[in-house]
């Protein structure tokens, strides 16, 4: 009697364990769905642009007619101002002009914005002249030519001080010389800025004829030894913003 006690106690306790094994099994189910692995990678974007400047024909080694002329054996019978000393490679001299550029090529393709800007040096020398007839040197600034920077004139003839004319046309190559690119753009395209300038064969200024100007002209003629230098160093940076034109 008292093993068949224990064999129904025993058969009891299984159907109890396996009922709340049920219960939990049930309790505790659930769904379960996987995704697909994703993955991202960042890469340092490329910049690789690289800047070839010059500064091209402004001046010239001869002119025929006032205009420069790049053949070394001009038209026969031209008026023709040559060069003279193999010293010198540029002239300027009145009733002369010419037109030439200052270029920054770029090459590369960067996958971020930038801006290229110009920084100019631009130097007058020796336009210091006395026109007067005294023991006394008076010296005065005087220079006879009329640049053109992208469509900005600078008139030598309106400026008291060489330093004065210098820094306008400074300022003037350095904003034409200042453009944006936006990011993946191809840069086949130059950034060029138009520089010219004209020395008329008689000036005529408000406190001088022309007769008068042709004093001042013959003394720097005779001196030979006025200058005008340009030098540029073009810089390509990164933006973060970019202004379309």
Same mark, same amino acid.
Do not use: H
């Given at each position: 009697?008292?093993?068949?006690? %224990?064999? /129904?106690?025993?058969?009891?306790? %299984?159907? +109890?364990?396996?009922?709340?094994?049920?219960?939990?099994?049930?309790?505790? =189910? /659930?769904?379960?769905?996987?995704? &697909?692995?994703?993955?991202?990678?960042?890469?340092?974007?490329?910049?690789?642009?690289?800047?070839?400047?010059?500064?091209s024909g402004i001046f010239a080694e001869q002119y025929?007619?006032?205009?420069?002329?790049?053949? $070394?054996?001009?038209?026969?019978?031209?008026? #023709?101002?040559?060069?003279?000393?193999?010293?010198?490679?540029?002239?300027?001299?009145?009733?002369?002009?010419?037109?030439?550029?200052?270029?920054?090529?770029?090459?590369?393709?960067?996958?971020?914005?930038?801006?290229?800007?110009?920084? =100019?040096?631009?130097?007058?020398?020796?336009?210091?002249?006395?026109? &007067?007839?005294?023991? $006394?040197? &008076? +010296?005065?600034?005087?220079?006879?030519?009329?640049? *053109? #920077?992208?469509?900005?004139?600078?008139?030598?003839?309106?400026?008291?001080?060489?330093?004065?004319?210098?820094?306008?046309?400074?300022?003037?190559?350095?904003?034409?010389?200042? +453009?944006?690119?936006?990011?993946? =753009?191809?840069?086949?395209?130059? *950034?060029?800025?138009?520089?010219?300038?004209?020395? =008329?064969?008689?000036?005529?200024?408000?406190?001088?004829? +022309?007769?008068? *100007?042709?004093?001042? &002209?013959?003394?720097?003629?005779?001196?030979?030894?006025?200058? #005008?230098?340009?030098?540029?160093?073009?810089?390509?940076?990164?933006?973060?913003?970019?202004?379309?034109?």
């Amino acid at each position: 009697m008292k093993k068949n006690a %224990m064999l /129904k106690i025993a058969a009891i306790l %299984m159907v +109890a364990v396996l009922l709340t094994t049920c219960a939990i099994s049930s309790t505790f =189910a /659930k769904y379960v769905t996987t995704g &697909d692995t994703a993955t991202e990678v960042g890469r340092v974007a490329k910049w690789g642009v690289g800047i070839t400047s010059t500064v091209s024909g402004i001046f010239a080694e001869q002119y025929e007619n006032g205009n420069a002329v790049t053949t $070394e054996n001009p038209s026969d019978g031209a008026d #023709v101002l040559a060069l003279s000393s193999a010293s010198v490679k540029e002239l300027v001299a009145p009733g002369t002009q010419k037109a030439g550029t200052i270029t920054a090529a770029i090459s590369g393709t960067p996958e971020v914005a930038f801006e290229i800007t110009t920084v =100019a040096t631009v130097t007058l020398t020796g336009w210091e002249i006395d026109d &007067d007839d005294n023991s $006394e040197t &008076d +010296a005065v600034f005087y220079c006879p030519l009329v640049f *053109n #920077v992208g469509g900005t004139e600078i008139d030598g003839t309106e400026y008291t001080s060489a330093t004065a004319m210098a820094d306008a046309i400074k300022t003037a190559i350095q904003n034409k010389g200042t +453009a944006q690119y936006p990011a993946g =753009a191809s840069t086949v395209a130059n *950034n060029v800025v138009a520089v010219s300038w004209a020395w =008329a064969m008689e000036t005529v200024t408000e406190d001088a004829t +022309a007769a008068e *100007n042709n004093v001042k &002209d013959t003394i720097l003629g005779d001196a030979g030894a006025a200058t #005008v230098s340009i030098t540029v160093t073009q810089t390509a940076t990164q933006i973060q913003d970019y202004i379309a034109p």
